[in-house]
């Protein structure tokens, strides 16, 4: 009797080992599927990026008449793809900004030169999209083989808690991915992107207070200012230059009014499109106090230094969208948002400045598909 | 993507419901094999566990089909809006490559003025029933 009660306790011991193993194999087995599913459909992104990428050099080169080496074409463009930005070593974190900023415009100008060793005879707008299109390539390369480098591990060492990770941010990954994936329908045609709101608003409030004597010069490199008067104030409007594919160097553009020319500025206002909640509307306006500029932080970080030093005030506007929205052709909401933070700006400055005052309203954001 | 996204939505409607006609076929089988060697024998084998078994799956299956059914993947459409300086004419068309934002585009077919483009972007096309 004893005899059968062991026997049973250790057939249902190892049943349960046993269930436990299968389950947790199981469960290994359907994050492993899951994942795949992902990669799968994050490496078809990357192959139709780069397929993007050089046919839309294959049709400049048409446009233009160059003759290109399609094998070569292929090695340099996949060169430039796989090609890295080190930052800079930040354990002495003083004067980093100069470094990273120095850093990022020799990656631009390289950029640029290699695009035009490819294709010497095309236009600045096809060389600044044709950039854009690499970059996107680029980011969808990383992201790619990021995903793909933590999965391999996961599965190497049968870590479940690597996979959860990994399955935890595929969500986010995956907005990501279809952000840019949707950005090369707007790169490789040149029209205005969601993230364009901030120049679509400065080239309407240029076009609407303008008139027909407007001054507009290139005050940086690919950054212009045009002087435009409203309501017997004179509001310098900063913007890059479009229609090519740029964000400008509004932080050279603005120093270069601030402390070259010694423009005594009263105020200065920044407009750009800000990532939205989910539960929020695309298009949404949100009014603030300091720089709304992206990205690395260069120019947001040379703007506050010199309205501080200066003591200009610093106001903002952003227009809500998503990840997606901002990278892809320019969505209907966001168009008719513009409008509405046109207005906004307008209140602001009537509001916050005094007549006569000179007002510095800048437009950030990239200038695809938008003149001037 | 949303060209990925509806290629790979419809594979898996198509495996999911094959998967459920497969699974609906079995059962049917097992429950005729099942009466049928119950007349023959007079005592039937117990096919009730692989019945539920696949029942389970075909449960398992007509809820991945529902669910990938109801998965709506927008069709956008590009919009151009031409708007003419003067008179304020506006038209719109679908965007040509390397148009861009206040280019001028011709004249105005009812003042002779100045048309240029004020916008471009993409909407959502409306679905034929909210047409």
């Known amino acids: 009797m004893n005899g059968n009660i062991a026997t ?242 509004l932080d050279d553009a603005f120093e270069e009014i601030v402390v070259k020319r010694k423009i005594p500025v009263k105020m200065v206002i920044t407009v750009d499109a800000a990532l939205k909640f989910e539960g929020e509307k695309t298009g949404t306006i949100a009014e603030g106090v300091g720089v709304a500029i992206g990205g690395l932080g260069i120019e947001k970080f040379n703007i506050e230094k010199t309205a501080a030093r200066e003591k200009i005030p610093l106001y903002a506007v952003l227009i809500k969208m998503s990840e997606i929205d901002a990278l892809s052709v320019m969505s209907r909401e966001v168009c008719e948002a513009i409008n509405v933070a046109l207005k906004n700006v307008e209140r602001i400055i009537e509001e916050r400045s005094q007549e006569n005052d000179i007002v510095v309203l800048i437009g950030v954001g990239n200038t695809i598909g938008i003149s001037p | 993507m949303s060209e990925e996204l509806r290629k790979r939505r419809f594979q898996a409607i198509v495996f999911h419901t094959f998967i459920l006609v497969l699974s609906i076929i079995v059962v049917i089988i097992l429950t005729l094999l099942n009466l049928r060697l119950g007349e023959d024998t007079g005592e039937a084998p117990n096919l009730m566990p692989f019945q539920i078994f696949i029942l389970i799956i075909a449960f398992y299956s007509a809820m991945e089909v529902w669910r990938y059914y109801k998965i709506r993947i927008p069709e956008m459409s590009l919009v151009e809006v031409l708007k003419c300086n003067k008179c304020g004419y506006v038209e719109k068309r679908r965007p040509q490559k390397g148009d861009f934002v206040f280019k001028k585009v011709g004249e105005c077919p009812k003042c002779g003025g100045v048309i240029f483009i004020e916008s471009i972007y993409k909407e959502v096309k409306a679905r034929k029933s909210e047409r």
């Open chain 1, 8 to 249: 049973d306790f250790i057939m249902w011991f190892l049943f349960l080992a046993f269930f436990a193993y299968i389950m947790r194999e199981l469960e290994i087995w359907r994050i492993i599927r899951d994942i795949e599913r992902y990669i799968s459909l994050y490496k078809s992104i990357r192959d139709k990026a780069l397929v993007v990428t050089l046919n839309t050099f294959k049709e400049v080169a048409a446009k233009t008449k160059s003759r290109l080496d399609l094998k070569m074409l292929e090695e340099r463009v996949m060169g430039l793809v796989e090609s890295v930005l080190i930052e800079p070593v930040s354990m002495d974190p003083f004067g980093i900004v100069g470094k990273l900023k120095h850093i990022v415009l020799t990656g631009d100008r390289t950029a640029t030169q290699e695009v035009k060793r490819l294709i010497p005879e095309a236009s600045e707008t096809d060389v600044e999209n044709l950039k854009n299109l690499i970059a996107a390539s680029r980011s969808l390369n990383i992201i790619y083989k990021s995903v793909d480098h933590v999965y391999r591990l996961g599965r190497k060492f049968k870590s479940i808690w690597l996979l959860y990770q990994l399955q935890a941010l595929l969500p986010f990954v995956t907005e990501a991915m279809r952000a840019l994936e949707s950005s090369l329908e707007a790169f490789t045609n040149g029209f205005p992107v969601g993230d364009g709101a901030g120049p679509l608003l400065a080239a309407r409030f240029i076009k609407k207070f303008g008139g027909n004597e407007l001054k507009i010069e290139e005050i940086a490199e690919e950054t212009i200012m045009a002087e435009v008067p409203f309501k017997n104030r004179k509001v310098l409007v900063i913007k890059a230059k479009g229609p090519s594919g740029v964000t400008g160097r």
